[in-house]
Nanobody, 127 residues
Framework: QVQLVESGGGLVQAGGSLRLSCAAS????????MGWFRQAPGKEREFVAS?????????YYADSVKGRFTISRNNGKNTVYLQMNSLKPEDTAVYYC???????????????????WGQGTQVTVSS
């Protein structure tokens, strides 16, 4: 079992920054691939970014966030981060952290492959 708890969401003006955190626990979570997804009202859930937790490699980003968002992890703190810069109103959504035991390439973009999910944290970007 893997438990995930997100934090760091809030209200920010367009152009601002936020850093989301995902605290992970569980006996084997270090071997997992971690992803960030988001869901805006009335829209489907979409992939944001992913990383292989153990090595910090295999990093992927959605085209819509490339150059603005950065995914990273801190092994000592069992935490995955999503640094979000140059935020836009269209980034407004509930952001979820998720874990999957393995993914590769575009497979990491598929939320259906992820076995564990956090409760989500709201990010609101005002114009």
């Amino acid at each position: 079992q893997v438990q995930l708890v997100e934090s760091g969401g809030g209200l920010v003006q367009a152009g601002g920054s936020l850093r989301l955190s995902c605290a992970a626990s569980g006996r084997t979570f270090a071997n997992y691939f971690m992803g960030w997804f988001r869901q805006a009202p009335g829209k489907e859930r979409e992939f944001v970014a992913s990383i292989r937790y153990l090595t910090g490699s295999n990093i992927y980003y959605a085209d819509s966030v490339k150059g603005r968002f950065t995914i990273s992890r801190n092994n000592g703190k069992n935490t995955v981060y999503l640094q979000m810069n140059s935020l836009k109103p269209e980034d407004t959504a509930v952001y979820y952290c998720a874990a999957v035991n393995y993914c590769s390439g575009y497979g990491c973009y598929d939320g259906a492959k992820y076995s564990y999910w956090g409760q989500g944290t709201q990010v609101t970007v005002s114009s």
